[in-house]
């Protein structure tokens, strides 16, 4: 047990680099959050921080156990699905902090959404665990979705 430790945060760094990257690429995006109208169910912006990070080492914990299971060679198709949707991921935050753009922010997160819910049958299919450990990150990105929608409407000079 001991020896898949490493082999786990490693998993978990990975992904959390797609966090990285999209900070570094919405540099200012608590500001343009704060300019915008919301919803009244639009959560605060210091609670996207600590959502992220805990999705994040959830998504890395599944793709690892994926890993574990079959390698990189024997789940090839489950793990080239997961890097996809980390690529979508990092993606959103250009199209709406950086070209601020409603609608490609919205394509986007759209096929972030169809990405993860093809990984999550394909990481199910490969490790129950792993597909029940995407569950909250789907969850969280059909909210991320609507809110993404939502925020677009309410702000059509902005976005």
């Known amino acids: 047990m001991l020896q898949s430790i490493p082999s786990l ?4 760094l990975g992904t959390s680099l797609a966090a990285v990257s999209g900070a570094v690429t919405a540099k200012s995006a608590g500001e343009f959050y704060g300019l915008m109208q919301k919803p009244v169910w639009a959560p605060p912006a210091w609670l996207f921080g600590p959502a992220w990070t805990l999705l994040y080492i959830i998504m890395g914990t599944a ?15 489950e793990l080239s699905f997961y890097a996809v949707q980390l ?13 601020r753009t409603g609608f490609g922010a919205t394509v986007e997160v759209v096929c972030l959404w169809l990405s993860i819910a093809i990984t999550l049958v394909l990481f199910w299919k490969r490790d129950m665990w ?11 990105v059909t909210f991320a979705t609507a809110l993404t929608v939502a925020v677009w409407r309410r702000n059509p000079t902005l976005l």
């Open 9 to 12: 945060l490693a998993w978990i």
């Open 130 to 140: 792993a597909g029940i450990l995407f569950l909250p990150y789907l969850a969280w």
């Open 63 to 77: 793709a690892w156990r994926v890993w574990r299971d079959a390698g990189f060679g024997g789940a090839k198709l």
């Open 87 to 99: 690529v979508l991921n990092m993606a959103w935050s250009y199209f709406f902090f950086v070209r």
